[in-house]
């Protein structure tokens, strides 16, 4: 049978793995994918905790981190193609151009 603990612990993985993507990508892409994991991570422990406690609250909550998500990556990957068309490149590095030189 599979219990609260069992979720919670593939929640904390995939939390610890978009931790490490953020951390360790230079690609703007990947940062968005390792993003997405961090907020379905959440989604996990949300929905497996509201399922045994028996309230919809986390499962409410849950939806309402879709929908962020959602927007989250329509706009960045609007951006994103953007700044591709604007330098040719998505690494990090290639934001430095931004700055504003006072």
Partial sequence: MITLSHYLIVSAIMFGLGIFGIIKRTNLIMLFFSTEILLNS??????????????????????????????????????????????GSIEISSMKSMRREL
Avoid at 58 to 74: H, M
């Fill in 42 to 87: 959440a989604n996990v422990a949300l929905a497996a905790i509201s399922k045994f406690s028996g309230d919809m609250t986390g499962q409410i909550f849950a939806f309402f981190i879709i929908a962020v998500a959602a927007s989250e990556v329509a706009v960045g990957l609007g951006l994103l193609v953007l700044w591709y068309k604007k330098t």
